[in-house]
């Protein structure tokens, strides 16, 4: 459906040039969505898919170790739908305070959105609402790097911001101007908020991704910011119990359509499109964690088995196990701070698991060894690319 853009431009005078910045109508859209049949089915298709995800989440012994990796895993690929190098592997041996594969900078970058995801859950957890002070806190951590220096960590920008060319008069886009961000960002928090009117959870969280990203209230780390906020809202909504998903897979894969159909809503007012595409994201990124947390269940509880036929070093063996579940790429030395055993005691059962052929060196020093639980990796990193 082609209706009037959802905004409108102003001109802004510098003393360079002049040049038209986009300011987006509230939320919700105006005329309304049109929701035909096909459309209705795939939100409700994504419902059931998001039901699947919090279900498993709430049946899992140690919910708490898949997470760790998930959370993960959505950092990396919405870090490298932003042009980072830094894989899953990267970012586990940086945590480890190993030298990753990529330059120190990617590695670090993406554990700062690690943080950004965290610290949103705390205030989340402490009582805040979804608001502009929460995803000033996230900004914050996510650009605690010396890469994020000089561009306002934690706060909204007060200067212009553009995408494509080298600058707002040859930009394929500029968001709003600094002075209309305050009443853009009210409207925006009063939404995601059920204000005016109340929202369904799934479609609050594919409208609002679309309007965070055209205003664009940061100097950087926008993208990932919006994002993150897609979880966030649906844990917020009490959809997931646990942010267990990571769509930023689907955007990734879908890299080309996902600029275009956000484009499409400034330009041409093209919300069905938009939701037809952010519905079909959710479902398949629903499908992808289910598929993966009962592979990984099913892996552990097999090397349980197997780990049981240890006597006497099976309790020790299981501890270490179970800390490279949460860190599936460790050293004896974080195994050892994890679990609190003795250095001996990891050792022997690190030796006791090679042998099993559960974990793997992950280089061949004869000091400071890194060791990985390999198919663990293996299932997490399906759909990345292992560098």
């Known amino acids: 459906m082609r209706r009037p853009t959802p905004g409108r431009y102003v001109r802004v005078t510098t003393a360079t040039e002049p040049y038209p910045a986009y300011v987006p109508a509230p939320l919700p859209p105006a005329p309304p969505i049109e929701w035909n049949t096909a459309l209705r089915r795939r939100f409700d298709d994504a419902l059931v898919a998001l039901g699947r995800v919090d279900a498993i989440s709430g049946q899992l012994p140690n919910a708490a170790l898949l997470l760790y990796s998930f959370v993960r895993k959505e950092a990396v690929l919405s870090s490298q739908i932003e042009g980072t190098q830094s894989s899953l592997a990267d970012l586990m041996l ?24 965290d610290e949103g859950l705390a205030q989340l957890g402490g009582g805040l609402p979804l608001c502009m002070r929460l995803l000033n806190a996230m900004h914050k951590a996510l650009l605690d790097h010396p890469r994020g220096q000089g561009k306002a960590p934690g706060e909204v ?84 119990r646990e942010p267990m998903l990571y769509p930023s897979l689907y955007f990734k894969t879908h890299r080309a359509r996902y600029y275009e159909l956000l484009n499409a809503v400034r330009t041409e007012g093209d919300w069905e499109a938009w939701l037809e595409f952010f519905a079909e994201g959710i479902e398949t990124s629903a499908a992808q964690a289910v598929a993966t947390a009962n592979a990984l269940l099913a892996l552990v509880n097999a090397d349980r088995e197997r780990i049981a036929t240890l006597k006497r070093a099976t309790a020790s063996a299981l501890a270490v196990h179970q800390a490279m579940q949460r860190q599936p790429i460790a050293t004896s030395a974080s195994i050892v701070t994890t679990t609190g055993l003795t250095p001996a005691t990891v050792n022997k059962s690190l030796a006791h698991l090679e042998k099993l052929g559960i974990v793997g060196r992950f280089n061949e020093r004869r000091r400071g060894r890194v060791f990985c639980y390999r198919r663990y990796v293996e299932l997490l990193n399906m759909e990345l690319v292992w560098n």
Do not use: M, Y
């Open 94 to 117: 940086f945590e480890i305070d190993e030298q990753p594969g990529v330059p120190l900078d990617d590695a670090r970058e993406v554990s700062r959105c690690v943080a950004a995801l």
């Open 157 to 240: 920008r007060r200067s212009p911001v553009w995408i494509g060319g080298t600058r707002p008069g040859n930009a394929a886009f500029v968001p709003p101007p600094a002075d209309a961000l305050p009443d853009c960002l009210a409207a925006f928090e009063r939404f995601l908020n059920d204000q005016p009117e109340a929202t369904p959870p799934l479609i609050k969280a594919a409208l609002a991704h679309v309007q965070f990203e055209t205003i664009h209230p940061f100097l950087d780390g926008n993208g990932r910011i919006g994002r993150l906020l897609i979880v966030l809202q649906l844990v917020a909504d009490g959809v997931l």
